[in-house]
C-alpha cells in the first residue's frame, strides 16, 4: 500500500513559494491550491502566468494533485448558480493549465430526500458540470461530509456522468454526519478521485444544514466538532487506507490542516504518520 503525499499550500498559513519549500522539505509529491480567491484565480492568471506557475511548483519536484473551487455558497440557490457556474468552469480551465484533472469543492448539502426542491436545484447545477468536465476530460469533486456516502453517491448516481465525482474527506464524515469512513470508501468507490487527508471528533449531534449555513438564521450553540492531528481522532486511518487499497484507489492523500497553532509541525506529523501506516 504506498498512495503519494501531497498538502494543501494554504495549512501553512504562509505565502505561496514558502508553502511549497516547506512541502518539499517533508517529502511531499503534490500540493494542492486555492483557485477561488487569492491571488492565483483564473481571472488574475494570463496564460504565461500560468506556465511560470507551474514551472515554480516543478522546480520544487512537485506537482498539482487538485485545485481548490470552493466559492463558499454550494449550488443549492437557483439565483446564484449560473455564475457559480461559469466561475467553476474557469477554474477547471485553470487546472488543465497547471496540469490536474481535479478541482474539489463544496456543493453545498444534498437532501436525503430526492424530491426536495434544492436537490433537483443542486442535481441541475451539477449536470451541467459534469458535462463540461467529461468535455475537458477531467473531474468537479464533491468534498464529502455535510451528507451520508448513501446520500451523496444516490446523488451522483443519479448524473449519469463521472465528471462530478468526490474528494473524500474522513474527517468531515466522523466529525458532521457521524458516518463511518471505511464504509464510505466501499459505498463510494466508483466515484473517488481525491482525498483529503484529515482527522478530527463530534462533540456535538448537529444539523449539518446548520454546520454548513444553509439554514442561514440558525444559532448553534457549542463546537460541534474538532479537527485534530492525525491519529489523534476518530478516523481509523489503518482501515480508510486499506479500504483505498481495496477498491483500486491510486490518487493523492493530500494533508489538510486548517486550526492549530504550529501547522507545520502539525503537517510533518501528518505525512510521518501517513508513511509509518503504508
Not at 36 to 49: D, H, I, M, Q
Not at 185 to 201: E, F, N
Amino acid at each position: 500500500m504506498k498512495f503519494p503525499i501531497g498538502v494543501m499550500v494554504e495549512s501553512f498559513r504562509t505565502d505561496f513559494s514558502t508553502a511549497l519549500g516547506l512541502a518539499e522539505s517533508l517529502g511531499a509529491a503534490g500540493i494542492q491550491m486555492y483557485a477561488s480567491r487569492g491571488e492565483y484565480t483564473p481571472e488574475k492568471l494570463t496564460a504565461s502566468a500560468r506556465h511560470e506557475l507551474l514551472d515554480m511548483v516543478r522546480s520544487h519536484g512537485l506537482e498539482f494533485s487538485a485545485i481548490c473551487g470552493d466559492f463558499g455558497h454550494g449550488f443549492g440557490k437557483k439565483k446564484l448558480n449560473a455564475e457559480l457556474i461559469e466561475k467553476s468552469k474557469r477554474v477547471m480551465d485553470l487546472a488543465k493549465d497547471l496540469g490536474t484533472d481535479i478541482v474539489t469543492t463544496h456543493i453545498g448539502v444534498v437532501p436525503s430526500d430526492p424530491s426536495h426542491e434544492r436537490y433537483k436545484v443542486m442535481q441541475e447545477a451539477c449536470r451541467e458540470l459534469a458535462e463540461y468536465a467529461d468535455s475537458l476530460g477531467g473531474h468537479f469533486a464533491i468534498e464529502t461530509g455535510p451528507e451520508t456516502a448513501e446520500t451523496l453517491k444516490g446523488f451522483l448516481d443519479g448524473l449519469g456522468s463521472k465528471g462530478v465525482a468526490v474528494n473524500f474527506d474522513p474527517a468531515n464524515f466522523v466529525m458532521v454526519t457521524g458516518d463511518d469512513p471505511v464504509k464510505g470508501v466501499y459505498t463510494l468507490r466508483d466515484y473517488i478521485v481525491h482525498t483529503h487527508a484529515k482527522d478530527g471528533v463530534k462533540l456535538l449531534d448537529v444539523d449539518p444544514e446548520i454546520i454548513y449555513g444553509v439554514i442561514e438564521d440558525a444559532i448553534q450553540e457549542g463546537r460541534a466538532f474538532e479537527e485534530v492531528p492525525l491519529g489523534e481522532g476518530s478516523v481509523d486511518f489503518p482501515g480508510w487506507l486499506a479500504a483505498l487499497e481495496d477498491v483500486g484507489y491510486r490518487g493523492f492523500l493530500t494533508i489538510e490542516r486548517e486550526v492549530g497553532a504550529d501547522p507545520t509541525a502539525d503537517i510533518r506529523l501528518a505525512a510521518d504518520f501517513l508513511r509509518k501506516l503504508m
